[in-house]
T-cell receptor
Framework: GQSLEQPSEVTAVEGAIVQINCTYQ??????LSWYQQHDGGAPTFLSY????GLEETGRFSSFLSRSAIYGYLLLKELQMKDSASYFC???????????FGQGTELSVKP | KAGVTQTPRYLIKTRGQQVTLSCSPI?????VSWYQQTPGQGLQFLFE???????NKGNFPGRFSGRQFSNSRSEMNVSTLELGDSALYLC????????????FGPGTRLLVL
């Protein structure tokens, strides 16, 4: 089947580093993306991994390991505005279908 | 460049009615996808259109349908509304099928009474 698992909630303090894991149970996909969604807002694209390894974009980094069927999003120097839901998304190589994880709600405390 | 727009933003309907939602993608984007977001089920893929053809479909009943016009604008229709159809409906556009970056609109919040 096709499923993605992420922790439902994560709490961290300002300035800290937090890692949000995503595990999946499928094969044959283009890559893994990460999206951020603030409460009441639209999801916005953060990062994409097509190949194994680390992709860095400013304070955000994303990692993919196909052999370990695992990926993660790393947020550094946390800010209050980072409080949001984060979704990992699998992009299948069958017509570009997207499968979203259930999302991880990140709360950043002062 | 203007972003993805969706109309209407809010909608209240009663059970049994039907509803049509509209999505205008970013200029130049030919792929439009629709998603349903609810607190219990999260974000679920409804369908995707590319060049007026439905290329992909999620696991939703036939009451959910869509179409895409030659200018890439898309509409989705839900017939015989049920209480469980209350959700945020999000539209996303991308340059091509399978493109990793999807640009989401603000969504249409539908309440079925």
């Amino acid at each position: 089947g096709q499923s993605l698992e992420q922790p439902s909630e994560v709490t961290a303090v300002e300035g800290a580093i937090v890692q949000i894991n995503c595990t999946y149970q499928t094969s044959g996909f283009y890559g893994l993306s990460w999206y951020q969604q603030h409460d009441g807002g639209a999801p916005t694209f953060l990062s994409y991994n097509a190949l194994d390894g680390l992709e860095e974009t400013g304070r955000f980094s994303s990692f993919l390991s196909r052999s370990a069927i695992y990926g993660y999003l790393l947020l550094k120097e946390l800010q209050m505005k980072d409080s949001a839901s984060y979704f990992c998304v699998l992009i299948y190589n069958q017509g570009g279908k997207l499968i979203f994880g259930q999302g991880t709600e990140l709360s950043v405390k002062p | 460049k203007a972003g993805v727009t969706q109309t209407p933003r809010y909608l209240i309907k009663t059970r049994g009615q039907q509803v049509t939602l509209s999505c205008s993608p970013i200029s130049g984007h030919r792929s439009v996808s629709w998603y349903q977001q609810t607190p219990g089920q999260g974000l679920q893929f409804l369908f995707e259109y590319f060049s007026e053809t439905q290329r992909n479909k999620g696991n939703f009943p036939g009451r959910f349908s869509g179409r895409q016009f030659s200018n890439s604008r898309s509409e989705m229709n839900v017939s015989t509304l049920e209480l469980g159809d209350s959700a945020l409906y999000l539209c996303a556009s991308s340059f091509d099928v399978g493109w990793e970056t999807q640009y989401f609109g603000p969504g249409t919040r539908l309440l079925v009474l």
